[in-house]
């Protein structure tokens, strides 16, 4: 019998292992299995060189619980080590300290055990103590048997074993239990080992017999050796890869637009399928779907920084043994090789889409509303993929038509086009909503395109900025005249005292709404267009759209709402409450207008006065004087504002029009809703 210590520059190297692996220590398994297949495989290599004559025989790797003795025991056929081999590669670990271990390795198992070389050794994140069976495949090998329980000292004796290969016994320790638990080591093969490229055995299939689950002698196979990513583009059908989605997926319900089938050998490896699912909203939801593994070995599922971070939202699998997978994210996302890998993806799956979209327009415009939102990520996070995506992506118009980014500039181009040459693309969010502007445009010859996605707002302020001299505005961001202003805008017929009172009517009547601001003003729209028209300023509502993703703006999404009350002075019923105005309120208004004009007047002599003199040189009775003189005109114009408020609230016709305004923009609700219906009875009678 041998003994010894194993060779490592620390007498804590097991605490450490205990300790800081503990987070990830489910891992162990993964480990235990990829060390059995890397010694089967080696068989089988060394066979298909003709360096072994022998017969290779069943190379199933075989995992079995013991839960009477509380072990876990991994066997395969695989080359098997002899006592010297033991020596060299299992008691020497190539580990150099723990000087630096917690600052750079802390975060994960997968950092510490690839770097150090301690695959073998995370089977003692859950093992008391760890015994090797092992028998070379050399001829004329003994069995030998290797035990260590925890601490640096361990013994090599002598053993039966009648084949070749290896068994790892692992004694699990008395606060690991759950790792003696059928359906948790069959839970962990699965996520780990599912695609590994030998067969691996757990356990025998079960069949229903005699009203109950019964095992047979058929060894239960875990995994498949051969996934769909491993072969030939050439020989598979759509179901196969729908079947395949449904293996990754069991829970998805729908099946995915599409598919790409990665597979390039220089300059790096990298297999792979990724599928194009169908993602409507809710970015955050479908992250963490694409699977990373390494030679078939599950590695993770979170893959930033491995793939650009709009392809998070895709499904599928990524295998490269080209990605150092066993290093800190910091690391993956400055590696060249993993920037190049990023890169080809990339590439890949916008050459996929624009042959899609090439060879099926038809096809790819009925799964745009399910490809909008991961191409608009795509181009808002990723230059490259702009410069690719803006052939092939879509713009959908109000009747259900789509576009090429080309194709809609070619359509608008004579048509709306502004004074100044601008380019103006006029949009809605909610055709029902917004029905009563899109007709507006419409009537005037404009085409209005359907912007209802997550991420149209942040979209349409990066298109503003790719595209030459063009704007985008919603259809009620201003009246229709004003959205493509084609000419200079001809002079209001109302003076300047008529249109203030007719702002006053409107204004004194408003309603005090929530997080709500609305700004009166009078313009000539002609005798068809609406009485009266509530607009939103194109640039507050986007910042306070634009506060939802980026949270530097979010003070804006605190901000009020602001609103335009447009009040056409060519409708009869606006110049009706005019004329009423005018006719109620001229007696009451006379001396108060007569004495505004009095202190205006008043006024103007004082500045013209005082405006040869400079601040500092003015008396205090003179500085009184022009403060008085502007309080008294405030105080005549609040007097006026009240007369004209006092007829306002009894004007049905005004409230009638004001409710009709909110009603067409969803704001009337409550009490004010039920007052509108009952106006509204009452002026029908």
Known sequence: MQKGNIGVTTENIFPVIKKFLYSDHEIFLREMVSNAIDATQKMKTLAEKGDFKGDLGDLT?????????????????????????????????????VTDFLDKYKDTANAIIGHFGLGFYSAFMVSKKVEIVTRSYQEGAKAVKWTCDGSPEFTIDDAERDARGSDIILYIDDDCKEFLEKHKIQELLNKYCKFLPVPVSFGKKTEWKEGKQVETEEDNIINNVEPLWTKAPSTLKDEDYKSFYRTLYPMQMEEPLFWIHLNVDYPFNLTGILYFPRIKSNIELQRNKIQLYCNQVFVTDQVEGIVPDFLTLLHGVIDSPDIPLNVSRSYLQSDRDV?????????????????????????????????????????????????????????KDVDGKYFTF??????????????????????????????????????????????????????????EQKFEKSRFTRVDGDIIDRLIVKEDNKKEE??????????????????????AEFYVEVQSLGEQAQPVIITQSEYMRRMK???????????????????????????????????????????ALKPIEAEIKGQEARLAAINQAQDKKKYDELTQEEKDEKTNTQKAIDEQHQKKNQVI???????????????LALLQNGMLKGAALDAFLKRSVDLIQ
């Open 61 to 97: 790797v075989h995992v079995s619980l013991d839960e009477k003795n509380g072990t876990l025991t991994i066997s395969d056929r695989g080359i098997g080590m002899t006592a010297e081999e033991i020596d060299k590669y299992i008691n020497q670990i190539a580990f150099s300290g």
């Open 339 to 395: 920037k190049k890998i990023s890169t080809y993806i990339t590439k890949k799956v916008a050459d996929r889409l624009n042959s899609i979209f090439k060879d099926n327009r038809k096809e790819y415009e009925e799964k745009w509303d399910a490809l909008k939102l991961f191409i608009n990520y795509g181009m808002l996070t990723q230059e490259d993929f702009y410069e690719r995506a803006k052939d092939f992506s879509l713009m």
């Open 406 to 463: 080309e194709e809609y500039k070619t359509l608008i181009k004579d048509n709306q086009t502004d004074k100044d040459g601008n380019l103006i693309y006029l949009y809605a969010n909610n055709k029902e909503d917004q029905y009563t502007y899109i007709e507006a445009a419409r009537n005037k010859g404009y085409s209005v395109l359907l912007l209802d996605g997550d991420l149209d707002t942040p979209v349409v302020s990066m298109l």
């Open 494 to 515: 109302l003076a300047e005292a008529e249109r203030d009172n007719l702002s006053e009517v409107f204004r004194s009547q408003m309603p005090k709404l929530e997080k």
């Open 545 to 587: 759209d634009m506060s939802r993703f980026q949270p530097g703006m979010s003070f804006y999404g605190q901000m009020p709402d602001s609103y335009n009350l447009v009040l056409n002075s060519d409708h009869p019923l606006v110049k009706k409450i005019l004329n009423n105005t005018n006719a109620s309120t001229a007696e």
């Open 645 to 659: 408020a006092d007829y306002a609230k009894n004007d049905n016709i005004v409230h009638q029009l004001i409710d």
